[in-house]
């Protein structure tokens, strides 16, 4: 059976055998439009915690970089996103643009077809479903409701590049060191008893982020970063695993990053076309 889609130029193409995604994707607002908020806001909490008096434990000067990685973008032309929510499936091929200063730019296609563009700017946030003709926007202040952080470009630059800057976790996401950190395992404590913990690899690569509350046992999220690639002159990953848990339903990226580019400017297009439904994420 064949379907018409319409796609962001207004155009429609016929599409066979994809009755199936296309009902889930009709159907579930978590597998397209929450999966990519997902992607790029509840990663982000791998930098996230607030000020808090701590015990501190001195670790070797190795754990931390000394210095900010001096990136000021970083393109992804071509990543594979498999996303699941319950006992639902879905996968994407995308690409991601983050402008240190402006900009995380996110595309999503299913098939031969644009299903969704996000951008995340300095203080909001929009993201359009092509295949629900439907828009959603937001001020960042409903993305700090879901992840408890100040989401911004910037931090989440920091967050795919696996930098761990000190001065930027101390003085940016108000880090406090926590009794039990070593040169390999970093503990670090925010406010309403949260817990932060980093693990590194023997190459001195971050492992695994995962961050706890005072109530769940199960990190709320985690983070696994895998495949770490030479991109001079730094050496970055390309392989993420994320999950998070609320307590009631889980959700599932794992996200493969096929090529990156650094410091190219790219450009950042993604406008409502006429008739589309707007609904405001408050």
């Known amino acids: 059976m064949n ?9 429609t193409k016929s599409i066979t055998n994809c009755n199936l995604r296309l009902l889930i994707l009709n159907s579930q607002f978590s597998i397209l439009n929450y999966s990519l908020l997902f992607l790029a806001v509840i990663a982000i909490t791998s930098c996230r915690s607030h000020k808090k008096t701590v015990v501190s434990t001195p670790i070797e000067e190795t754990s931390f970089y000394t210095s900010c990685y001096p990136i000021e973008s970083l393109f992804v032309p071509s990543c594979k996103l498999d996303v699941s929510f319950g006992n639902q499936s879905l996968s994407l091929n995308g690409s991601i643009y983050i ?29 359009v479903n092509y295949l629900q003709r439907i828009c959603y ?8 409701k879901v992840t408890g952080y100040p989401v911004t470009p910037e931090s989440l630059l920091m ?15 108000s880090f406090i060191i926590a009794t039990g950190s070593s040169n390999k395992r970093i503990l670090m404590q925010g406010k309403d ?3 932060l913990e980093m693990t590194l ?12 509350n005072s109530r769940q046992r199960q990190p709320v999220f985690s983070a696994t970063y895998s495949d770490y690639n030479q991109r001079q002159p730094y050496v970055l990953p390309t ?5 998070a848990h609320d307590g009631e339903k889980s959700i599932h990226i794992k996200a493969n990053f096929r090529e990156i580019l650094l410091n190219q400017p790219q450009e950042v297009n993604i406008s409502v ?9 408050q």
Do not use: W
């Open 99 to 127: 402008r240190r200063d402006s900009v995380c730019y996110i595309r999503g296609r299913l098939m031969i077809v644009e299903a969704v563009r996000g951008a995340i700017y300095h203080d909001s946030f929009i993201v």
């Open 273 to 281: 076309p006429s008739g589309y439904e707007v609904v405001i994420l």
């Open 3 to 11: 379907y018409e889609l319409r796609t962001p130029e207004g155009s």
């Open 239 to 243: 392989g993420f695993d994320i999950s």
């Open 193 to 195: 008893r949260s817990l």
């Open 159 to 173: 967050l795919f590049t696996a930098d761990r800057c000190e001065k930027a976790y101390r003085d940016k996401f």
């Open 201 to 212: 690899g023997g190459n001195n690569h971050i492992e695994n982020i995962a961050l706890y």
């Open 137 to 144: 926007k937001g001020k960042n202040e409903y993305l700090q």
